[in-house]
């Protein structure tokens, strides 16, 4: 691109790099001075070629078109013109040049100047502007101080940040915007020529507070001699506050994972008094109240967030039916000054022991997180976002409190239970009575199952929100996840806490099917069953248990299509295939052999086990008998599988030795024999 500038005159007195003459059509018929150092070519192979096949083809429409105008308007006068020429190796070089056209009368006779090459000077141009655009458009707060710390330079975002201009901060150095003693630790760093990285608390012209992420950097010049200061600053007040809050919340959690009985709901409440402080959140008194709607009409206790605060039954229902009714609202409800508007009539209550004017509730599982102050509009909404969050801690709280209740009450019931059961069974196998256990085995299995749905579906629901949790905080603050930190004791905690609550209701579970399916109280219809399926189906749920350690071998035979209870077979296939594989310690095999002979199906089950000792296979279906000790069988299994074949009319048949594995023969009739 050309530009024309005016100029006063042509200056002899620069230090000319080529000094050049053109004829009227532009070839050069004189040239002297650096041509090689400038354009890469000795002068002689230069002499008589057109100055335009060295201009940049960009640039060249232009520069003919500028000559021509030039020559037109008879321009006799001194100018200088940028223009971009190609050096003989094909770069680009930047060239200034100042030329002159003499004229003969009408006619041009020659082009005359002084060529300069500013090609490093151009550059560093660029690189500056380029600098300026960098810092101007820069998110993060730039400052240029003077060797004595005063105000330079700023940008756009130190000023938005701190409302300062910098002709008010010129005079003055940056303590006035970091404090004195800040300002003498950074300098004390910067003085000896290294490179601070640290946090300052700024103060903005309105007399905020910002906190500030500051790199800050001496800049000297090729002598070593120290020119200016530079620093970046980021404001971290968001995130401090976001910081601060995780932790308050992450103690406030901490306390409702570490309950272990009731009573402990008021550790909870006391973390969240500390939250609030810690928070800066201004309040006169902080409480929850807690609604029993059990009764009629609903009743409230309420305690305060301090240390000393005790638990008070309210005194009045109508206090009670705001705080229903404040509770059964989706979100808080702010009531900003009581004297401006008191939509419960709440004041003269709430004044008999302060001059309260602002009330906020919070619902939460159970009632209402309360909070009030003596001013007026108190709380921001950033407040208002920290209380919901307390509030869903505390319903979490009390959430845990009911399923810790729950489950120590269901613990009781099943050990009351069991004790029931072995007691009434002992005694109906005794005295031959079989049907009766059944029937009273039923309705234990009925009551048991309701409680545990419950319990399973909390801790499942439990379970994803922890994982939930784990993986934000991992994302987001990974530093937090370190090892041996506070949040991994507390995952810690949480995960031992959920093994014991899994592990007891897939115990109870296990316990109930197995009462239910030995009660028969799930019966269906009769059907025309593909066994090989029901086999291959059963083989499937045990393939966790056997896969790379058992071999299974399949002899399956022609078999017809068996009318069965074809679910209850399966149970018995399962069974049988569970047995087996648990005899066998180690690898081993487990082979299916299917036949029909005359008018039965018989199903052979062997593996290569240990074998069952002569004296236990009388006893292999009794109820309650398990070779496998205390916590590892129900002795149930067999028992339920002898009682589904008699359904089916058909039997179980054992063989075995000691050591040399144990063969489990199911018999079917093709048809049972009517009822």
Known sequence: MTQEHDSTGYVFGKAPDIRYVLDPQGRLTSIDGDALGVLGYEPDELLGRSIFDLVHPDDVEQSRASMAESVRRRDGETRTVEIRLLHRDGSVRHIEIHRRL????????????????????????????????????????????????????????????????????????????????????????????????????????????????????????????????????????????????????????????????????????????????DLGVPYHGCGINVLDTTTDPPTMSSRTSTPEGGWLESDTSRSAGIVLELSRRKGPTYRRDLEEDDPFGELDYMQKRAAIRSVLDVPFARGTLAINSTRPNAYSAEDIAVLQELADVLSDGFRRMDDLQRLRDTVEELEQANRDLVATQTQLIRSEKMA?????????????????????????????????????????????????????????????????????????????????????????????????????????????????????????GPIPRVKCYAGRLNQVFLNILNNAQQAIDGAGTITIRTECVGDEVRIAIADTGAGIAPEHIARVFDPGFTTKGVGSGTGLGLAICYQIMQDHHGRIEVASEPGQGATFTIVVPLVPPPE
Not at 179 to 197: D, F, H, K, N
């Open 436 to 556: 009766a256990l059944g029937s009273l085995v039923a309705g234990i299995a009925h009551e048991i199952n309701t409680p545990v749905g419950a319990i399973r579906s909390m801790h499942d629901t439990l379970m994803k929100a922890v994982e939930k949790l784990r993986a934000t905080i991992e994302a987001d603050f990974p530093e937090a996840c370190g090892q041996g930190g506070g949040l991994e004791k507390v995952l810690k905690i949480i995960a031992d806490s959920n093994k014991v609550i899994e592990t007891g209701s897939e115990r109870v579970t296990t316990i109930v099917r197995s009462l239910r399916n030995f009660a028969r109280v799930d019966d269906a219809q009769l059907e025309d069953a593909d066994l090989h399926q029901g086999l291959d189906d059963s083989l499937m749920l045990v393939h966790h248990d056997i896969k790379n350690r058992i071999e299974v071998v399949k002899e399956y």
């Open 102 to 277: 003499v004229f003969d009368g009408d006619e041009l006779v020659r082009n005359e100047g002084i060529v300069s090459d500013v090609t490093e000077h151009k550059e560093l141009e660029h690189q500056l502007n380029l600098y300026r655009e960098i810092i101007t458009n820069s998110q993060d707060a730039v400052v240029i101080l003077d060797t004595e710390g005063r105000y330079l330079e700023h940008n756009p975002a130190h000023e938005q940040l701190l409302g300062y201009t910098l002709d008010e901060l010129r005079p003055r150095t940056a303590a006035r915007v970091i404090g004195r003693e800040a300002y003498a630790r950074v300098l004390e760093v910067l003085s000896a020529g290294r490179t601070y990285r640290g946090e300052v608390t700024a103060t903005t012209r309105a007399g905020g507070q910002v906190e500030v992420e500051l790199l800050a950097f001496p800049v000297l010049d090729a002598g070593g001699r120290l020119q200016c200061y530079v620093g970046f600053g980021r404001d971290i007040s968001a995130r401090k506050r976001a910081e601060s809050r995780r932790q308050c919340m992450q103690r406030a959690r901490e306390e409702v994972l570490l309950m272990s009985a009731a009573a402990d709901i008021n550790n909870v409440v006391g973390a969240i008094g500390h939250a609030l402080d």
